[in-house]
């Protein structure tokens, strides 16, 4: 079973800070898309930014663009996903995802993170933002 471990998440005021961080097996470090996904009360599932493991090609969706940066340290087996300028329309489950990339190309890593189209999941961490 392959298992990823997501922490940090808890209550902030608006315009704080979070910094998820996301543990993962090795062999998801090599071709692999790994990234972060939200998932609000009542609403579907969205990919909200991902990278690249072999390049660092990076992913983020509109709505969080100059407010969350992903990063991760292959040497360490983590992803990260610092949060600042956090709102109350960021609050949900937040979830660390993996999928395959055959063919490591921007064009995949952004398709597979607004589709969410991920292989492997792990259980979120609750991020909650209050006004």
């Known amino acids: 079973e392959v298992q990823l471990q997501a922490s940090g998440g808890g209550l902030v005021q608006a315009g704080g800070s979070l910094r998820l961080s996301c543990v993962a097996p090795?062999?998801?470090?090599?071709?692999?898309?790994i990234g972060w996904f939200r998932q609000a009360p009542g609403k579907e599932r969205e990919g909200v930014s991902c990278?690249?493991?072999?390049?660092?090609?990076?992913y983020h969706t509109d709505s969080v663009k100059g407010r969350f940066t992903i990063s991760s340290d292959n040497a360490k087996n983590m992803v990260y996903l610092q949060m600042n300028s956090l709102k109350p329309e960021d609050t949900g489950v937040y979830y660390c995802a993996a999928a395959r990339m055959r063919v490591p190309t921007q064009w995949l890593l952004f398709s597979l993170c607004r589709n969410v189209e991920m292989d492997y999941w792990g259980k979120g961490t609750q991020v909650t933002v209050s006004s």
């Open positions: 090795g062999f998801l470090f090599d071709d692999y898309a």
């Open positions: 990278v690249s493991s072999s390049d660092g090609i990076t």
